[in-house]
């Protein structure tokens, strides 16, 4: 049974392969020790019947800024891999995709020094839905505030998107599910709100939104920097402030934003209904706005889109 829509072909290392045929050693060195980054990001179907990748250049460039911390540094630029996912998404014949490139230390020798180990880059592409489930973007979702501490930004860095940062993300997203909950929210190590298992946080209060700052060790998301330009053309203040969690609970409106689950309205924290428990009006305009611009309707924030 697959979990995911498989697809003809997945980059990888400049060649498009057979999905099949796109695996690793066991003893690759970033299965044994998470030396590993990627990215996560979207193209979508246009308005005129064409398809747009959001932000792909920005996206391959946050990869890179992520391996290069790790001390890996890629073997194509940001530019060829922008070219390479082009290339894959219409090789595949997709007009919608979430759009996963990783880069990795591969096989050769253990031990926790990466360096004398290859360094792998893959792409792949399939249709995904939001990540919180279609119905959420309407109604939004129930979250608790995870027992985990989110990861210190002085031992896994938020700024590095590593595969090492998401098994805090796992730890917490699997403890809100079994909790019956749709997502978790992290604290930082100081207390403050940081931001959902894979999702930037904002809450508006009185027509102002309120995001956590990046020192507060959240990922510098892409969806996030795009919602923050987009409220101030729409003439909303946004802040980024640090937060406290009963900061959420006093909230009109909470929601998540992210390249996976896009604009995801929060309707409950820890039981505590925010607002009206449903998706408020700031966070309908704003996915309204989003969701245009995605489409390709708001030729306004054309410097987005990458035509496929
Ligand atoms: N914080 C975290 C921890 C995070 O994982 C993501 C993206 C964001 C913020 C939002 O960043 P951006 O996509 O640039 O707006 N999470 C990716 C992976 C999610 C997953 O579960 O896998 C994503 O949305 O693609």
């Given at each position: 049974m697959?979990?995911?829509?498989?697809q003809?072909f997945?980059?990888?290392n400049?060649?498009?392969?057979?999905?099949?045929?796109?695996t690793?050693?066991?003893l690759?060195?970033?299965?044994h020790?998470?030396?590993?980054?990627f990215?996560?990001?979207?193209?979508?179907e246009?308005?005129?019947g064409?398809?747009?990748?959001?932000?792909?250049?920005?996206?391959?460039?946050r990869?890179?800024?992520?391996a290069?911390?790790?001390?890996m540094?890629?073997?194509?630029?940001?530019?060829?891999l922008a070219?390479?996912?082009?290339?894959?998404?219409?090789?595949?014949?997709?007009?919608?995709?979430?759009?996963?490139?990783?880069?990795?230390?591969?096989?050769?020798?253990?031990?926790v020094?990466?360096s004398a180990?290859?360094i792998?880059?893959?792409?792949a592409?399939?249709?995904?839905?939001?990540?919180?489930?279609?119905?959420?973007?309407?109604?939004?979702?129930?979250v608790?505030?995870?027992?985990?501490?989110?990861?210190?930004?002085?031992?896994?860095?938020g700024?590095?998107?590593?595969?090492?940062?998401?098994?805090?993300s796992?730890?917490?997203?699997?403890e809100?599910?079994?909790?019956?909950?749709?997502?978790?929210?992290?604290?930082?190590?100081a207390?403050?709100v940081?931001?959902?298992?894979?999702?930037?946080?904002?809450?508006?209060?009185?027509?102002?939104?309120?995001?956590?700052?990046?020192?507060d060790?959240?990922?510098?998301?892409?969806?996030r920097?795009?919602?923050?330009e987009?409220a101030?053309?729409?003439g909303?203040e946004?802040?980024?402030?640090?937060?406290?969690?009963?900061d959420?609970?006093?909230?009109?409106?909470?929601f998540?934003?992210?390249?996976?689950?896009?604009?995801?309205?929060?309707?409950?924290?820890?039981?505590?209904?925010?607002?009206a428990?449903?998706r408020?009006?700031?966070?309908?305009?704003?996915?309204?706005a989003?969701?245009?611009?995605?489409?390709?309707?708001?030729?306004?924030?054309?410097?987005w889109?990458?035509?496929?």
């Amino acid at each position: 049974m697959a979990g995911m829509q498989e697809q003809e072909f997945i980059w990888k290392n400049g060649e498009l392969i057979p999905w099949k045929d796109a695996t690793v050693h066991v003893l690759s060195h970033a299965l044994h020790y998470g030396t590993a980054v990627f990215e996560g990001a979207r193209c979508y179907e246009t308005a005129d019947g064409g398809s747009e990748c959001f932000r792909l250049l920005e996206h391959m460039q946050r990869l890179e800024r992520s391996a290069n911390m790790i001390m890996m540094p890629l073997p194509y630029s940001a530019e060829e891999l922008a070219e390479a996912t082009i290339r894959l998404i219409k090789a595949c014949g997709l007009s919608r995709a979430y759009i996963r490139p990783i880069a990795f230390r591969g096989y050769n020798m253990l031990g926790v020094n990466p360096s004398a180990n290859p360094i792998e880059v893959a792409i792949a592409a399939w249709p995904w839905d939001s990540y919180l489930g279609p119905e959420a973007i309407e109604k939004g979702i129930d979250v608790e505030i995870s027992s985990w501490r989110q990861r210190s930004p002085n031992a896994t860095p938020g700024a590095i998107k590593s595969s090492a940062s998401y098994l805090n993300s796992g730890l917490a997203n699997m403890e809100a599910i079994g909790n019956g909950f749709g997502e978790a929210i992290l604290l930082n190590e100081a207390g403050m709100v940081a931001e959902g298992s894979g999702e930037n946080l904002f809450a508006v209060r009185r027509g102002v939104l309120t995001t956590p700052p990046l020192s507060d060790g959240v990922l510098e998301g892409l969806t996030r920097a795009s919602l923050i330009e987009l409220a101030h053309d729409l003439g909303y203040e946004v802040r980024e402030a640090s937060m406290v969690r009963s900061d959420l609970y006093v909230a009109d409106e909470v929601f998540f934003s992210g390249s996976a689950a896009e604009l995801t309205p929060i309707s409950h924290i820890d039981r505590r209904q925010i607002g009206a428990g449903r998706r408020g009006p700031v966070t309908k305009q704003l996915q309204e706005a989003f969701f245009d611009i995605v489409q390709g309707k708001n030729s306004k924030y054309d410097k987005w889109l990458t035509r496929i």
